[in-house]
């Protein structure tokens, strides 16, 4: 079970970036999906989510400059981050919620979470 953080980067401030977080072929069901970021040295923090019905939320510091975005036939989540500012530096993390996936024996098998290796977005005043 994988799930692959991709699109972070070097921006300057005022610019956009898209992440991206893939699932691996074994996952078949996704429930919900999560942004987290975390500062070096700070607690992870919630940035957005979006549920299986499409329902989104988000963290007041990224309401309006933040989309998160999900594509189910490909099991990807996305992150569209515009009009950056250096507060947003931090490793950015998906993370799944409610999934099913099968294993190595192609038997069904259910986790509560999983994440994303993180991905560095940095912005440069």
């Known amino acids: 079970v994988q799930l692959q953080a991709s699109g972070g980067g070097l921006v300057q401030a005022g610019g956009s970036l898209r992440l991206s977080c893939a699932a691996s072929q074994n996952i078949f069901r996704v429930d919900g999906w999560n942004w987290y970021r975390r500062v070096s040295g700070n607690e992870r923090e919630l940035v957005a989510t979006i549920t299986s019905s499409g329902s989104t939320n988000y963290a007041d510091s990224v309401k309006g400059r933040f989309t998160i975005s999900r594509d189910s036939a490909k099991k990807t989540v996305y992150l569209h981050m515009n009009s950056l500012k250096p507060e947003d530096t931090a490793v950015y993390y998906c993370?799944?919620?409610?999934?099913?996936?099968?294993?190595?024996?192609?038997?069904?098998?259910?986790?509560?979470?999983?994440w994303g290796q993180g991905t560095q977005v940095t912005v440069s005043s």
């Open positions: 993370n799944a919620e409610n999934v099913l996936y099968y294993n190595s024996e192609h038997a069904p098998v259910a986790t509560r979470y999983e």
